[in-house]
C-alpha cells in the first residue's frame, strides 16, 4: 500500500533524493526526501486552492473534517501496524491516538457548524449621529491562508500529518502544507492516503492538502520561508523550534510560528498532601514519569517538597516503582542517544545523588531518578532543563515558603502541578499568582501527562514551552491561530463572510 512518495495536491510525486526509514521493527523503506522544489509545488498548489476553500461554507468544511475522519477509521488497521513498526509503541497507543485523532476532526466539525468561531460583531450604522454620522460595520473572523504543519516525532498520529494543526487550519479555511517526519514516513503516507480520498470525496479542490516527506534540512526551511505560507504549527524540540521561529521572524514579511516546544512540567507537593499520601502520590508520579517512555511533553520532570521524613517516603517509593519499570523503547536512534547524554549529564553536575538508573546502547530505556535540594536547583541551569524521556528530578526544598522562590525563577511551561489537600489551600493559595504567570495549565492532584481535547483546554505557555502564550495546540480555540479579524465598513451584506440576512433583521 506505501508508495514512498509525496502527496502534492492530489498526485503521488516521486523525485530522485531519497531517505531510508529507521522503523523499530521490520524492514527498512526507501521513501522520497523532500526538497525547495517540492514545497513550492505544494505551497503554489495551496495558494490557489485558498481562494475557493477559505470562502466554503461551515457544512462544506464540516463535511470534510468528518469524511478525513471515516476515512482514517477505515484504515485503521493499517496505521496501527505500520505506527507500531516505525515508532516502536504498543498497539494499544497507537489505537488510543487514532482515536484522539479522529475525535480531533469530529469535534472541530461540530465547533464551527455552531458558527461562535467568527465572533461576529455588528455596529449599525447611525446616519443621524452628530457631529458625524457612524457607517454600517460588520466583523469576522476569516481564515489567514497556506498553513504549513510539521509532523511531530513523539506523537504520529495526533500531532502529525491529520493532528490538530491540521484539523484546526482546514477547519478555519488554510489549506495545508505538512512536512512528514523522518520517525514515521509510512504511518504519514497511510493517513495522507485518508485525506486525499476525503478531498476527493468532497469534491474540494485538491491543493487544500499535501504531504511533503522529510528527510533533509532543506525542506523545513524551504517551508517556513516560503511566502505564501502564513503561519507555522510546530511541535518538537526547543532547538529545532527555536531555529524554525527565527526564520520566520527574519522573513520579509515575518509570520507566526506557534511552536510547542517542551516543558519540565513541575509537580508542588505541599505539606499534608505529601504527609497523608505521600506514597499514593509518588506511585502517580512514576507512573506519569514512564507514560510513553518519558516521551510526552507533560511528563512531570520535576517534583518539588519540604525535606523531612515525609519526603524520604516519597522518595523511597517513587524509587521502588521506577527499579521495577521495564526498559521501552525510543522513537528514533536519536530521541535515544540524546536521552543518554542527557542522563549522564545530570548525573555529572554537583550536588545531585542518582537512585535510579540504567545505562542503555539500544534505542530502548530505563528510568533515571536523581535528587538534589532546593539551593543547588536554583543555583544550576543544567537542572532546570528539559531531558526528553523518562528522567526525573527530586527537589528537596527547605520550607514550603522555597516552593514560591523555585515558582517565580522557574521559565514558563506547559503545565504546573499542586498536590494539595484542605489544610493546604492557605499556602497553595500565595503560590497560585506564580503558576499562573508561568504555565498555560495549572492542575491540582493529577498529573499533566493526559491533555483532554476540548474547549477549555491551553496546551501552551509563556516561552520556551511555547513561542506564542496566547495560543493553544489543543482543543477549539486552536482554530484561533489561524484566523485574524477582518472589519467590513458599508459592505452589502450579500457580500460579507458569515453575515445572514436573518439574523441581522
Known amino acids: 500500500m506505501l508508495t514512498g512518495r509525496h502527496l502534492i495536491a492530489g498526485e503521488w510525486v516521486d523525485n530522485a533524493q531519497k531517505f531510508v526509514s529507521s522503523p523499530f521493527t521490520g524492514h527498512a523503506k526507501t521513501y522520497s526526501c523532500g526538497t525547495a522544489d517540492l514545497i513550492d509545488r505544494a505551497v503554489q498548489a495551496a495558494e490557489d486552492a485558498f481562494m475557493s476553500f477559505g470562502w466554503t461554507t461551515e457544512a462544506e468544511r464540516a463535511k470534510l473534517l468528518r469524511t478525513i475522519a471515516d ?44 458558527g461562535e468561531y467568527l465572533e461576529l460583531t455588528h455596529d449599525a450604522a447611525m446616519p443621524d449621529r452628530a457631529p458625524l454620522p457612524r457607517p454600517d460595520l460588520r466583523l469576522s473572523q476569516r481564515p489567514i491562508g497556506p498553513v504549513a504543519v510539521f509532523g511531530a516525532s513523539n506523537f504520529p498520529l495526533a500531532f502529525s500529518t491529520a493532528g490538530g494543526d491540521t484539523a484546526s487550519a482546514l477547519a478555519a479555511g488554510c489549506p495545508v502544507v505538512v512536512k512528514g517526519h523522518e520517525a514515521h514516513p509510512g504511518t504519514a503516507e497511510i493517513v495522507a492516503q485518508a485525506i486525499d480520498a476525503a478531498i476527493k470525496s468532497c469534491g474540494m479542490h485538491q491543493g487544500v492538502f499535501s ?35 527565527e526564520l520566520c521572524t527574519s522573513r520579509p514579511e515575518p509570520i507566526p510560528f506557534f511552536g510547542e516546544l517542551g516543558s519540565i512540567n513541575p509537580n508542588f507537593i505541599f505539606p499534608n498532601a505529601l504527609a497523608n499520601r505521600s506514597e499514593a502520590i509518588a506511585a502517580g508520579w512514576a507512573s506519569s514519569l514512564c507514560m510513553g517512555a518519558g516521551q510526552f511533553c507533560t511528563k512531570p520532570g520535576i517534583v518539588l517538597l519540604v525535606e523531612g521524613p515525609d519526603a524520604d517516603t516519597f522518595i523511597a517509593t517513587a524509587k521502588d516503582a521506577l527499579d521495577k519499570t521495564d526498559e521501552q523503547p525510543m522513537l528514533t536512534d536519536g530521541i535515544a542517544s540524546a536521552y543518554r547524554s542527557g542522563t549522564a549529564k545530570i548525573a555529572g553536575e554537583p550536588g545531585v545523588e542518582e537512585l535510579v538508573g540504567t545505562t542503555s546502547t539500544t534505542r530502548s530505556a530505563k528510568p533515571y531518578m536523581f535528587v538534589t535540594d532546593g539551593d543547588n536547583w536554583l543555583a544550576n541551569k543544567e537542572l532546570q532543563e528539559e531531558v ?46 506564580f503558576l499562573e504567570r508561568k504555565a498555560g495549565r495549572v492542575l491540582a492532584n493529577g498529573f499533566a501527562t493526559g491533555v483532554e481535547v476540548c474547549g477549555a483546554m491551553v496546551h501552551g505557555g509563556p516561552y520556551p514551552a511555547s513561542t506564542n502564550f496566547g495560543a493553544t495546540s489543543v482543543g477549539t480555540m486552536a482554530i484561533r491561530r489561524f484566523l485574524r479579524p477582518v472589519s467590513y465598513q458599508d459592505i452589502p451584506l450579500e457580500l460579507t463572510p458569515g453575515f445572514k440576512a436573518e439574523e441581522m433583521a
Open 211 to 245: 504531504l511533503v516527506q522529510g528527510g533533509s534540512h532543506e525542506v523545513g526551511t524551504a517551508l517556513v520561508q516560503h511566502p505564501l505560507i502564513k503561519a507555522v504549527g510546530f511541535t518538537g524540540s526547543l532547538a529545532g523550534g527555536r531555529a524554525l521561529f
Open 388 to 433: 526528553f524521556g523518562p528522567l526525573g528530578i527530586v527537589v528537596k526544598l527547605k520550607s514550603v515558603e522555597q516552593m514560591q522562590e523555585v515558582a517565580r525563577h522557574i521559565e514558563g511551561q506547559l503545565t504546573c502541578t499542586i498536590h494539595i489537600d484542605a489544610a493546604d489551600h492557605a499556602e497553595a493559595r500565595k503560590l497560585m499568582p
Open 71 to 114: 476515512e482514517i477509521d477505515a484504515r485503521g488497521a493499517e496505521i496501527t501496524e505500520i505506527g507500531c513498526a516505525e515508532s516502536g509503541l504498543p498497539e494499544m497507543r497507537l489505537n488510543g491516538e487514532r482515536g484522539r485523532t479522529v475525535g480531533q476532526l469530529r469535534l472541530f466539525a461540530d465547533y464551527i457548524e455552531k
